[in-house]
């Protein structure tokens, strides 16, 4: 056994903080409240083992092991220990259930000084029963041994030092108590059964007239007595009940019933509608157990005409994301997840590639509820380890699928290690594990090789010779989805996939990896990168091409890199750039959606900060027919999109006006359709800083009250028209007043083109929040948050 006791005598014990104790009431069987589900992100006391001394500190989930700088290729890795106090009364006929969402990435549970198991895999999730080793009457202890060193066998595998991306430290995700009957419906992960275990909803044939499908109940009875067991369930408004079986004592079973829904409401990412289908378990006629699951009704195929989606011919237009925060790494709130999401829908996106990991199960319900279609990906880069890590790689396929298959969201499974050398052996068994977990005709998987096994071929768009790329590719019979372009193309000229051996070749002529602080020239040149890679992309589409994801939407850490990765059309801090416009300005008017921060529709944004060193030439974004720009209320021009070498298949071509040389003052774009003005946009010349404005990004998704968040707080520099100074690089000092709320990241920070941001991590939000910014020569900022305002 071991456990951190076993060191006393040898180490000093300080305690930082006293540990909070949690409660929990939990009805006997058959009174209404069949299961209970608590939040079990409190009350941890955490320590990284690295000296003799151990010292303690009471943490909230989600918890990073260490707060980083904003650039780290050198993050913390070793092990850390977290343990909980845990008063729980259990009364006869109930269990309980620890879940874990995500720990990076091996972790060893004990409880009561008990060895219960050993998890192997950051990404995903692993459940404990702990009925068995509780000691009733007294304080439980539950203890995590976690683990993020290098680690061939799981995946990743490859050495955070070499690695495209970081995978940081910590119980990252968020824990739940789960109290229920001794007769309940599973955990799909914890169970481990090929298609079955917890719920499986999938619907086989859908129409507009009617959907018919099957709804699987996995159920275990850990009672010692045999019991008559079925269950009630209820969607679209209507009741229905399965068949009795008798369940003996210690076993399980699951129950099919199909389903039909008349005249469905479906999901698409113009329109994502969502049904709940309520389920109760009765044993002996008394109810057991209840769950409601989320889903949704589409009908997706595959065929040699293209992507179709309730029967519309579509091309996916998508991005990648890292699930990364600065500072604070993975360990970010739902709340936070789902903003992400916005953001990703708002630059005009539908589609994300899960780059390169199963990402939280908070961003895929985000997904389900704004439209955005997911590719869920297999941990993997550039690396095949041995039969364990094969053996681990094969497990997270199934893991995965079992806690994602019931998202309307996610329609195809990269069951691939990307830019990984595998063998037939491995693309033919990862395949086959689909097939096995989700025996049914729309379901398709994807593969970065043109294989056989895959349903859909997904070269990154450098992986093909210019200047045609897979346009005009005759390689397969396989649709192609281009899963990455934009950036390393134009990094590298096609050097090849050892990104590390070229990493010194970047030019800023060409380069698509470009801060926000790079300059106005620099960003354009990054937004004109994507808008032709788009644009070749979009050549292909009568040859096979069904989509692609543009490399990426976020800026994000590397662990073998001195900087950050600034292919993003958005900074890390979530700040857009000009590639951000370009991209929103490719989603047609006509799509419109109604969502809380959601900005659809019409559009227009002009591509300068109109300073001195501005280009003359002005290029305006927008998916309307006609544009005038002003300057300074003066007609430049009116005119329609122009079609250039970089524009020749976009859907909707950049206006481009020439104004001969530069004059201060204000731009003003008009967009019109039908001749009617639907959106306008101004830029004006900045005067001198004198203020700093503060703000907060909550991208429609209220501060979460009662649990930990996470928020960007921006102070920009303006003039006294509230004016962005973009060049401005000042330093700015954030401070707080707060109870329930700290900030994290440099501080002092200097602003970057005109905007310093800091992270606000709240405990939970029940007060006001006050912060206030400060920079030599400027007017304080000022930012109240309270709970009433939201």
């Known amino acids: 056994m071991i456990n951190l006791d076993m060191r006393q005598g040898l180490l000093t014990t300080i305690w930082i903080a006293a540990v909070a104790v949690c409660s929990f009431q939990c009805s006997a069987p058959g009174e209404g409240n069949t299961r209970s589900v608590t939040g079990f992100n409190e009350g941890w006391k955490f320590t990284r083992d690295t000296t003799e001394t151990i010292i303690w500190e009471e943490v909230q989930l989600p918890h990073t092991v260490q707060i980083e700088p904003l650039v780290v290729n050198d993050m913390w890795q070793g092990t850390s220990w977290y343990e909980k106090d845990v008063d729980l009364s259990l009364q006869d006929g109930q269990r309980a259930f620890v879940r874990f969402e995500g720990v990076m990435h091996e972790a060893d549970v004990w409880f009561n000084d008990r060895f219960v198991t050993q998890h192997q895999g950051g990404y995903l999730p692993f459940s404990i029963d702990i009925t068995d080793y509780l000691d009733e009457g007294s304080s439980n202890t539950l203890r995590v041994r976690v683990n993020n060193e290098n680690n061939p066998v799981i995946p ?7 690695l495209d991306f970081s995978y940081y430290g910590g119980i990252y995700r968020d824990v739940t108590l789960s109290v229920t009957d001794d007769i309940y419906i599973t955990d799909a992960v914890h169970a481990n059964q090929v298609n079955s275990g917890g719920v499986l909803v999938h619907f086989t044939e859908v129409s507009s007239e009617v959907a018919k499908g099957i709804l699987k109940v996995h159920i275990k009875n850990d009672s010692h007595k045999e019991r ?95 699930q990364e925060y600065p500072y604070v790494g993975y360990a970010i709130s739902d709340a936070a997840q789902y903003r992400d999401a916005v953001k990703i829908k708002n630059a005009g996106f539908d589609m994300v590639r899960l780059s390169h990991y199963p990402q939280d199960e908070a961003f895929l319900k985000a997904c389900d509820e704004l439209g955005i279609i997911v590719m869920n990906c297999l941990t993997g880069w550039q690396f095949v380890g041995n039969e364990a890590f094969v053996a681990n790689s094969y497990q997270e396929i199934r893991d995965m699928i079992r806690r994602d298959r019931n998202h309307p969201s996610v329609f195809f499974w990269e069951v691939s290690l990307n830019e990984s050398g595998m063998s037939d052996e491995f693309m033919v068994m990862a395949n086959d594990i689909l097939d096995a977990e989700l025996p049914y005709q729309d379901i398709y998987s994807a593969g970065w090789i043109d294989h056989p096994s895959y349903d859909l071929f997904i070269p990154a768009r450098q992986h093909g010779k210019s200047p045609d790329y897979w346009n005009n590719y005759q390689g397969g019979v396989r649709k192609v989805f281009i899963a990455e372009y934009g950036d390393w193309e134009y990094y590298a000229q096609n050097a090849g996939f050892n990104q590390k051996a070229f990493e010194d070749l ?21 937004a004109l990168n994507y808008q032709e890679a788009t644009n070749s992309n979009r050549k292909g589409r009568d040859v096979g091409t069904i989509g692609d994801a543009n490399w990426l939407m976020f800026d994000y850490n590397r662990g073998y890199a001195d900087d ?156 006294q028209n509230g004016t962005l100074v973009s060049d401005d690089s000042r330093e700015v000092t954030f401070a707080l007043q707060s109870e329930e709320a700290e900030l994290i990241g440099e501080n002092p920070v200097r602003a970057e083109a005109g905007i310093a941001t800091i992270l606000l991590r709240t405990t939970r939000f029940t007060k006001e929040i006050k912060i206030t910014a400060t920079a030599e020569g400027m007017s304080e900022g000022e930012l109240i948050l309270s709970p009433e305002m939201q």
């Not at 990743?156 to 070499?162: F, H, L, T, Y």
């Not at 157990?289 to 989320?294: A, F, H, W, Y």
């Open 156 to 162: 990743p595998g490859k050495a955070i030092e070499v």
């Open 506 to 526: 970047a030019e800023e002529a060409r380069t698509s990896r470009q801060l926000r602080s790079a300059g106005e020239q620099r960003l354009q040149q990054q």
């Open 564 to 719: 950050l990765e600034a292919s993003g059309i958005s900074d890390v801090f979530r700040i857009p750039k000009f590639a951000h416009s370009f991209y929103r300005s490719q989603r047609p008017a006509a799509e419109q959606y109604g969502f809380a921060g959601i900005a659809d529709g019409s559009m227009v944004d002009i591509a300068t900060f109109w300073t001195e060193s501005s280009s003359p030439v002005v290029k305006v974004y927008s998916n309307a027919d006609e544009v005038a720009l002003y300057l300074n209320e003066e007609l430049v021009e009116k005119k329609l999109a122009e079609r250039d070498i970089y524009a020749t298949d976009l859907d909707f071509p950049p206006f481009v006006f020439d104004l001969g040389e530069f004059e201060a003052g204000t731009l003003r774009a008009e967009a019109f359709v039908n001749g009617e003005v639907v959106a306008s946009d101004t830029v004006t010349t900045a005067l001198e800083p004198t203020k700093l404005g503060l703000s907060v990004d909550l991208s429609g998704v209220a501060l979460t009250t009662e649990r930990s968040d996470v928020v960007f707080i921006y102070a920009t520099v303006v003039d």
């Open 228 to 322: 008559e067991v079925y269950i009630n369930y209820k969607l679209d408004g209507k009741d229905y009940t399965s068949e009795t079986v008798r369940l003996a004592g210690e076993s399980d079973t699951t129950l099919m019933q199909t389903l039909e829904v008349k005249s469905p409401r479906l999901w698409s990412p113009q329109s994502p509608e969502l049904y709940e289908i309520a389920i109760e378990v009765m044993a002996d006629h008394k109810p057991v157990d209840q769950l409601i699951e989320t889903t949704g009704i589409r009908k997706i195929e595959l065929t040699d005409d293209g992507f179709f989606i309730n029967g519309k011919n579509t091309f996916i237009r998508g991005t990648n994301r890292h």
